[in-house]
């Protein structure tokens, strides 16, 4: 890794940092309570107007952001007039209900005054885990990117506890980088970055500029949070780091009231600390889907639609189906076989298989008509599709 004294040289970053930070398209930008909140005092509504321009600026030059902006249950407790957080969770669940309204509405207001949409969604682990709403969140979040809306996404906090709780937002920020394949994550807080140990007690710390995420040894450097309504502090930043790689996305940890943060990442200033990604997105993603659960059926395809899937990449259409065997729903792993049997690629279902025997040799338009509403025009779409061999 590389700090303000010295460069690491056992650690070879093939990557050019400033290369990867102008190559990358789909952004998820975390901002943390204390910032989005002016440490508790309330919502700082210059820096989400900042924030918010920085936000409309990239969209308008054709990349597509993702805000998850936590704040909400800091605020709540300034709107009831809470002093000290309290320990009651169906308390903790109330101020964030009340405070959530505030969060969207400033982000809207903002958002709207640059003449860019934003949409409210809220995640619990409970979504992710499970393979439909997986994949629904997904599909949600692709849609809205693709018509230039920026989603700002906090955590449901009225229906989660303290054992199925992501917790803090540096975990959502990543979990939502890989439900999107994003190409980097930013965490926005109120340290410049990393450092070596926690600078609120050691004024020593040496700055990381940059390291491979996932490296262990970051983790003894990080500590718990500095600020009173901050829940995560450096570790979950360092973790979330890791989980981002893990579909590819790198992670750079930044001061969000650094002017034009985000701006100047994406024109390439290495501002903060990167922490890079080591497996290629693409790679990433297929070791995902390798990861998953059990194959649940496949889905037998004619001559035509294997050579689209095989030779030109594209997506599984239901007029390419011939067969359909096994039971899966929607969101299901399931493999895609030619006429004599051999498997050629494995992909997430977008239909079940009692809708998918429906749909064989029928035309995408076809799909509305045959089962009373359309989810997505492929049987698997491309980009969660993974050829064999
Ligand atoms: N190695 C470290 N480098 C930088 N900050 C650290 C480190 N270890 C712990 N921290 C603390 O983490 C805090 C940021 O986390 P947190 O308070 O959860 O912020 P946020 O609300 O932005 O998530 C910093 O203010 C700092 O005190
Ligand atoms: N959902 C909670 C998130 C709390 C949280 O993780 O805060 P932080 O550590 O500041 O990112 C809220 O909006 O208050």
């Known amino acids: 890794m590389s700090t303000d004294s010295q460069a690491d040289a056992g650690v070879s970053l093939s990557v050019d940092p400033s290369e990867l930070l102008r190559a990358a398209r789909r952004i998820v930008v975390k901002v943390g309570s204390s910032l989005v909140t002016n440490e508790g005092r309330g919502l700082d509504e210059a820096a989400i107007e900042q924030w918010s321009a920085q936000l409309a600026t990239l969209v308008k030059s054709g990349r597509e952001l993702i805000m998850v902006s936590s704040g909400a249950i800091a605020e709540g407790m300034k709107r009831l007039g809470w002093k000290t957080r309290p320990k009651m969770i169906n308390e903790l669940q109330a101020a964030a209900a009340v405070g959530q309204m505030g969060l969207v509405q400033m982000y809207e207001t903002k958002l709207r005054e640059q003449e860019v949409g934003s949409a409210q969604v809220l995640l619990t682990h409970a979504d992710l885990a499970d393979r439909e709403r997986y994949l629904n969140a997904r599909s949600t979040l692709l849609t809205l990117l693709e018509h230039g809306v920026v989603p700002v996404i906090n955590e449901n906090d009225t229906v989660v506890n303290d054992e199925i709780k992501f917790g803090d937002n540096d975990t959502l920020g990543a979990l939502v980088a890989n439900l999107v394949d ?208």
């Open 182 to 389: 994003a190409d980097l994550l930013v965490i926005l807080t109120d340290q410049k970055g990393l450092y070596s140990a926690d600078p609120r007690k050691n004024p020593n710390a040496e700055f990381i500029h940059v390291a491979r995420a996932g490296d262990p040894r970051l983790e003894d450097m990080a500590g718990g949070a500095g600020s009173r309504v901050g829940t995560g502090g450096m570790i979950t930043k360092i973790l979330a780091a890791k989980r981002a790689a893990g579909s590819g996305a790198s992670t750079v940890i930044a001061w969000g009231r650094e002017p034009d943060a985000l701006l100047r990442l994406s024109s390439g200033e290495p501002i903060g600390t990167l922490l890079i990604a080591q497996t290629p997105k693409q790679q990433a993603r297929k070791q995902w889907m390798a990861d998953q659960l059990q194959l649940r059926g496949h889905v037998t395809v004619d001559e035509g639609a294997a050579d689209k899937i095989v030779a030109e990449g594209k997506s599984l259409l239901p007029i390419g189906m011939v067969a359909v065997s096994g039971e899966f729903s929607r969101g299901d792993v399931i493999a895609i076989r030619n006429a004599q049997g051999q498997e050629l690629a494995r992909g997430l279902a977008n239909y079940s298989a009692g809708e998918a025997r429906l749909l064989c040799r029928k035309s995408t338009n076809a799909v509305e008509g045959l089962l009373g509403y359309a989810a997505e025009p492929e049987m698997i779409h491309r980009d969660n599709l993974v050829l064999r061999g």
